[in-house]
């Protein structure tokens, strides 16, 4: 007797190894199939080391997006205007039916008016289910002689449309 399942024909009269050697190839061809469909194994497009969201359903690349936000540094006795620039990757998730962070692409900031600013790295935190990211600038401000070490955070939000805010 033969039974089709699949494509594949498993005669159940005799052959158990060969049986199982099928169903093993069976079980391997739905879990290639698998990770196609759900995007298991597919890398960030973003060239940073972030981790990719790990959700069920497919999350494919969309955008990339900028924003340049503000906030501000006080050396001594003066504040200064930071603009903090965030160039960042954007997968849609069919599973929140909506836009989300999946990588940094580049952090970059400068300071307004007198003084000198030199940043020195950032750090980058995902939050809030893959819609915000909270970016930490670290860098060196020189005023009047002086030079200080400065260490600020600013949040940039994925808008459902890939638009950030």
């Known amino acids: 007797m033969e039974k089709v399942k699949y494509n594949q024909a498993i005669k159940t009269k005799g052959g158990i190894f060969k ?47 900028s924003k340049t936000k503000t906030t501000t540094i006080q050396v001594g006795q003066t504040v200064q205007t930071l603009y903090v620039t965030g160039t960042f990757e954007t997968q849609y998730s069919d599973v929140h039916k909506r836009q989300l962070f999946s990588g940094v692409k580049s952090i970059s900031s400068k300071v307004s008016g007198s003084g000198t600013w030199t940043q020195t790295g950032y750090n980058a935190e995902l939050i809030d289910g893959g819609r915000t990211y909270v970016i930490t600038v670290s860098g060196k401000y020189s005023y009047h002689g002086a030079t200080y070490t400065i260490s600020t955070s600013i949040e940039f939000y994925c808008n459902a449309n890939r638009s950030i805010g």
């Not at 739905?30 to 759900?38: C, I, N, Q, R, T």
């Not at 995007?39 to 997006?65: C, M, R, V, W, Y």
Request: charged share 10%.
């Open 19 to 65: 049986m199982i050697r099928q169903l093993i190839n069976i079980a391997a061809t739905v879990m290639l199939v698998g990770g196609v469909l759900f995007g298991i194994g597919k890398d960030s497009l973003a060239t940073s080391n972030h981790n990719s969201l790990k959700e069920s359903g497919t999350i494919t690349p969309q955008s990339i997006a």
